[in-house]
């Protein structure tokens, strides 16, 4: 996404980050000269890596919970305050010159992580497989099942009008293009199924992408 709007736009485009509880956009960014992580303003904000489930330290790069102490804030202070988002920390000085500690891009969130036969599956890496995939819309969802004591995931995805007049053929191998593209991209299986346009629900705010039948 981010190359087909620097194409487009011809601009070089950067990732910021930030959140409402803790600043808006501003809390980290990346540098023009790298684009190798996002520089934490570590004179505003304290970042700690931490065991999403038992709040243990993590050292620099170990891949956990990033989590943030303000140092300036005022009226509205965050001591270890968690965002659930999974990330990295990098301490070593950029090519650019600083030496802010960077975190890598967001990988996905603690609480939207799935265990899929003991492999870490976010929806947002099925998601980047879908954007590639060429004939499919932005629109997904992930059912989870367990049959014979294994979990099993599908991947329901919406095609496109003009691909969904095309013979039965070249669906059921863009079905397999898609499950073997996951496959490759998360180390699990998925079974793929096309849906009709306009097939999956809507929801208003944030989409329900994921539906767990399992009863653990």
């Known amino acids: 996404m981010r190359q087909e709007i620097e194409k487009k736009l011809n601009l070089d485009a950067i990732d910021i980050y930030g959140l409402s509880e803790v600043m808006g956009p501003g809390v980290s960014?990346?540098?023009l000269e790298a684009k190798k992580g996002l520089h934490i303003f570590e004179d505003h904000f304290i970042p700690e890596i931490i065991h999403p489930n038992t709040g243990?330290?993590?050292p620099y790069g170990e891949s956990g919970e990033l989590v943030f102490t303000t140092i300036t804030k005022e009226a509205f202070p965050l001591l270890r305050y968690r965002t659930r988002d999974i990330t990295t920390l990098n301490p070593d000085p950029c090519i650019c010159g600083r030496t802010l500690v960077?975190?890598?891009?967001?990988?996905?969130r603690s609480d939207d992580m799935l265990i899929i036969r003991g492999v870490n599956v976010f929806p947002s890496?099925?998601?980047?497989?879908?954007?590639?995939t060429k004939g499919v819309e932005p629109h997904y969802q992930?059912?989870?099942?367990?049959?014979?004591?294994?979990d099993t995931l599908?991947?329901?995805?919406?095609?496109?009008e003009k691909l969904f007049s095309d013979e039965v053929k070249k669906l059921q191998e863009l079905e397999n293009r898609i499950s073997k593209d996951i496959k490759e991209t998360l180390g699990v299986s998925a079974k793929v199924q096309l849906?009709?346009?306009?097939?999956?629900a809507r929801s208003e705010g944030k989409a329900a992408r994921v539906i767990d039948n399992r009863k653990i």
């Open 102 to 108: 960077r975190m890598d891009k967001v990988r996905g």
């Open 154 to 160: 599908t991947v329901r995805v919406e095609i496109n």
């Open 142 to 150: 992930l059912i989870v099942d367990r049959k014979d004591n294994l």
């Open 56 to 58: 243990e330290v993590l």
């Open 195 to 200: 849906a009709e346009p306009k097939s999956i």
């Open 29 to 31: 960014v990346e540098c």
């Open 125 to 132: 890496q099925i998601e980047s497989v879908i954007m590639q």
